[in-house]
């Protein structure tokens, strides 16, 4: 079967050659502020759990909240929206007794993030482009939820494509250029849902981007499942990924170490973006946006990203900060890497040609 090649992948790779692009911030927080109460996630749905709190329903019950969100990243200078699909599937829809709207909630996320990126484009002819955002779920491939039962998981690996799949096939035919599989904290989760994205790309005969995102769980730069940045890359390489990076855990400055790491070893675009800043004694982050702004004008200054944006705590400030902070610099290049074997388990192993 032949696969259509991406339009937007060429359209992306042509502006990331020119110049930093821009990321949109946290959706949660900005829904947060925004104060809702139970009958604006319920809509007239009439699920039998209550959904206050599940932030992905909104594109049913209240479209024009994240319509909302979506206008100030752009307005901020954002190149890229991720939908707001963060927990729209089968196994996190379940704690709200949403599994049958899995379909509806992205496919209407999608859309809303397309039109909205739509009219964007077309007032200044600058390329805007929609990733459909894949969380991880609360379930791990790799570990035991059961500290008597090592070998024991609550799902497997098969269970965990046909989720991804769902979510995936609904993004896409809502209008998603690519699929972003973030906040990776299990290596394996992220090849489950490889395997789900490029099942869907044969199923519709077209090719589908995907980005990926890790999570870093401790400062010495591992996460969940317990793979190095390193040994992730060439875990996932295999996929050739439009960008690899990392999102979440920590703020900017504890990332420094690890963002340098990634930068030199991958032949991909590199996405970062980080919290803003490490939360206070009350949970809140409160990292100004100049702030974050100058730590990653570091990062574009030692020419170690393609792109950036901003995870929990950030919002249109932030972005609009970033987005300042390198107008003037350089993206950076890829990499040529010396032919070799690279293989990983939770530490890389190179073998030299």
Not at 78 to 82: M, P, Q
């Given at each position: 079967m032949s696969i259509a090649p991406s339009a937007a992948r060429a359209a992306f790779e042509s502006e990331a050659a020119q110049r930093?692009?821009?990321?949109?911030g946290a959706f949660g927080t900005q829904i947060q502020n925004r104060k809702l109460v139970e009958a604006d996630y319920m809509g007239d749905l009439g699920l039998s759990h209550d959904a206050k709190g599940n932030n992905d329903i909104l594109a049913l019950t209240r479209p024009e909240v994240p319509e909302a969100i979506h206008r100030a990243y752009f307005d901020a200078g954002?190149?890229?929206?991720?939908t707001n699909t963060f927990s729209a599937n089968r196994i996190s829809q379940a704690d709200y007794a949403a599994e049958h709207l899995i379909e509806a909630i992205n496919h209407a996320s999608a859309?809303?993030?397309r039109r909205v990126a739509d009219e964007f484009s077309a007032r200044d002819g600058r390329p805007r482009f929609v990733a459909g955002a894949i969380g991880p779920t609360n379930k791990t491939l790799s570990l035991s939820p059961d500290v008597n039962d090592p070998g024991f998981r609550e799902i497997d690996f098969d269970f965990l494509v046909?989720?991804?799949?769902?979510q995936a096939t609904a993004l896409?035919?809502?209008?998603?250029?690519?699929?972003?599989i973030e906040t990776i904290f299990d290596t394996l989760n992220a090849k489950a849902g490889i395997m789900a994205v490029r099942q869907v790309e044969r199923?519709?005969?077209?090719e589908i981007p995907i980005m990926l995102s890790m999570t870093?769980?401790?400062?010495?730069?591992?996460?969940?499942s317990g793979h190095t940045v390193e040994a992730f890359w060439y875990a996932v390489r295999h996929a050739r990924p439009l960008t690899v990076g990392l999102n979440c855990s920590f703020g900017a400055t504890q990332l420094r170490?690890?963002?340098?790491?990634?930068?030199?070893i991958a032949d991909t675009a590199i996405m970062v973006y980080p919290n803003a800043g490490l939360p206070n004694e009350l949970g809140e982050y409160d990292e100004p946006p100049h702030a974050t702004a100058g730590f990653v004008r570091e990062w574009a200054e030692a020419g170690q990203v393609n792109v950036l944006g901003g995870c929990c705590g950030s919002g249109p400030e932030h972005i609009a900060a970033m987005a300042e902070a390198v107008r003037d610099l350089r993206p950076r290049p890829l990499p040529k890497l010396a032919v070799e074997t690279r293989l990983a388990g939770l530490e890389p192993f190179i073998m030299a040609a």
């Open positions: 930093i692009l821009i990321m949109d954002a190149d890229i929206a991720s859309q809303l993030a046909d989720v991804y799949a769902e896409i035919e809502g209008g998603a250029d690519f699929i972003l199923r519709l005969a077209r870093l769980t401790d400062l010495s730069g591992r996460n969940l170490p690890h963002v340098r790491t990634l930068a030199e």
